[in-house]
């Protein structure tokens, strides 16, 4: 059994920076890829970013490209979220997902499941003012 925990949310202001961590716990190579969605108060889901584990290769949603960055460490088996220049528009809870579907999500900018997906953690907050 695979359990996500996230840690690093928090609050910043404009411009400032953040680094999101996906620590797993157990055997996730069969899930293949790890990424975040996050969710902000009457929005829907979006896909943020994701990383095939083995390959590496990694996607970025449009919204953030440029500003967010999504890499690993294998041996640690955490999966990490770099969070620059930072826009109120940003703020939302953001959950990490561990599942072979989700790094076609983030490609290609599909919808993101609420419930659908192997593994996901219970999120952490991040809160951008202006």
């Known amino acids: 059994q695979v359990q996500l925990r996230e840690s690093g949310g928090g609050s910043v202001q404009a411009g400032g920076s953040l680094r999101l961590s996906c620590a797993a716990s157990?055997?996730?190579?069969?899930?293949?890829?790890m990424g975040w969605f996050r969710q902000a108060p009457g929005k829907e889901r979006e896909g943020v970013a994701a990383?095939?584990?083995?390959?590496?290769?990694?996607y970025v949603a449009d919204s953030v490209k440029g500003r967010f960055t999504i890499s690993q460490d294998n041996a640690k088996k955490t999966a990490y979220l770099q969070m620059n220049s930072l826009k109120p528009e940003d703020t939302a809870m953001y959950y990490c997902?561990?599942?072979?579907?989700?790094?076609?999500?983030?490609?290609?900018?599909?919808?993101?499941?609420?419930?659908?997906?192997?593994?996901r953690g219970q999120g952490t907050q991040v809160a951008v003012s202006s």
């Open positions: 997902v561990a599942d072979p579907a989700f790094c076609s999500v983030v490609l290609y900018n599909r919808a993101v499941s609420g419930g659908e997906y192997n593994y």
């Open positions: 990383i095939y584990i083995r390959a590496g290769t990694t």
């Open positions: 157990g055997s996730i190579d069969s899930t293949n890829c």
